[in-house]
């Protein structure tokens, strides 16, 4: 995004306008974030704003200030639809592609707003007016961040929105330990602090209230976890009935794929897990070095992200899919051994 783009947002963003704020279907910290952060950012400067998630969101997402005023399109279709319809400016958050809303993904191709995209993941597509695109950047809350930034609007930056964005940035980088988080980083991080963004309360908020049916999860997780020593390879299986088991609620497997990545000598670590509802196994991807789960979920699982982080799908049966996969690692025998 250049220099001339932003003045001509400037100008777009100087007069009130009916603003709605899209991040990708089940959303995670990083999605809510961003677009709550520039949802009480925009509200600030006097606009209509609206965020319109596609399907809800985990638990520990919903003490963020502003969440309450989500409205999810699965559950409120009629009102989203309308929002959507009647607005000025749509900005799309956290994904790059309208295939990543689900259901929503017909409407947003329909409408004549102008679209603003702000991401941080590979291979943007073309749907917006402006885009701001930058794979190297630790989060879209990190970007959001920059983006107030480069409208001169850092003194509008209050305790909510300094709340929110260190929500993304902390959840996005693993709790600041990828590869992705820089210097620069945690200057924003200090500046958030600065601005009144309670560290300690968020992480507790994140990461340190679990129930006991999640813990127990957790243990399910770890019973099934597999090692494949010939390719540095770990991987998890959670079925339907597992979930079911242990009174599973949307978020309770997050991070759960980092499990296997922490055993010492992995560098591919996978979580394979059952959704009866949409009839797919949904798969996260995790890696350390040179080694692209972007890439690799691409070629073989419908799915992309990062280099080092990436979410795929498959529409055969939980079994059928762990076979598959272990039929390809062969030939990518050699890249996960270099």
């Known amino acids: 995004m250049n220099s001339s783009e932003i003045k001509e947002?400037?100008?777009?963003?100087?007069?009130?306008?009916?603003?709605?704020?899209?991040?990708?279907?089940?959303?995670?910290?990083?999605a809510i974030g961003s677009t709550l952060a520039l949802h009480h950012y925009l509200s600030g400067l006097g606009h209509h704003s609206t965020v319109v998630t596609p399907n809800d969101?985990?638990?520990?997402?919903?003490?963020?200030?502003?969440e309450k005023s989500i409205i999810k399109y699965d559950s409120d279709t009629d009102v989203a639809t309308s929002k959507i319809k009647g607005a000025d400016i749509i900005f799309t958050l956290d994904f790059n592609h309208f295939s990543r809303t689900g259901n929503m993904e017909s409407l947003l191709s329909e409408t004549d707003a102008t679209f603003i995209m702000i991401d941080h993941h590979q291979q943007p597509d073309t749907y917006a007016k402006y885009t701001y695109s930058d794979v190297s950047m630790s989060s879209t809350c990190q970007m959001v961040y920059h983006f107030i930034e480069k409208?001169?609007?850092?003194?509008?930056?209050?305790?909510?929105?300094?709340?929110?964005?260190y929500v993304g940035i902390m959840t996005d980088t693993g709790s600041f330990?990828?590869?992705?988080?820089?210097?620069?980083?945690?200057?924003v991080i200090a500046d958030l602090?600065?601005?009144?963004?309670?560290?300690?309360?968020?992480?507790?908020?994140?990461?340190?209230?679990?129930?006991?049916?999640?813990?127990?999860?957790?243990?399910?997780?770890l019973k099934n976890l597999r090692i494949l020593p010939e390719y540095k390879t770990a991987y998890i299986t959670m079925s339907q009935k597992e979930l079911d088991d242990h009174n599973f609620k949307k978020g309770d497997t997050e991070g759960f794929v980092?499990?296997?990545?922490?055993?010492?000598?992995?560098?591919?670590a996978l979580i394979f897990i059952e959704n009866k509802g949409e009839d797919i196994i949904k798969i996260s991807l995790r890696s350390k070095g040179d080694f692209s789960v972007n890439e690799f979920s691409r070629n073989h699982f419908e799915?992309?992200?990062?280099?080092?982080?990436?979410?795929?799908?498959?529409?055969?049966?939980?079994?059928?899919?762990?076979e598959k996969f272990i039929s390809i690692l062969p030939a990518y025998k050699n890249a996960l051994n270099s």
């Open 258 to 268: 980092n499990m296997g990545l922490s055993v010492d000598g992995i560098v591919f």
């Open 193 to 221: 602090i600065d601005r009144g963004a309670d560290n300690t309360g968020i992480h507790e908020n994140i990461y340190d209230t679990n129930s006991y049916s999640k813990l127990q999860l957790k243990g399910v997780a």
């Open 303 to 322: 799915g992309g992200g990062h280099h080092n982080a990436a979410g795929g799908k498959s529409n055969l049966s939980l079994t059928e899919t762990v």
């Open 151 to 165: 409208l001169h609007d850092l003194d509008k930056i209050n305790a909510d929105i300094a709340t929110c964005i």
């Open 9 to 30: 947002i400037k100008v777009l963003l100087s007069t009130p306008k009916n603003i709605v704020i899209i991040p990708h279907k089940n959303p995670d910290g990083d």
């Open 57 to 66: 969101y985990p638990e520990f997402l919903k003490w963020i200030p502003g």
């Open 177 to 187: 330990r990828f590869r992705s988080t820089t210097s620069t980083t945690h200057r």
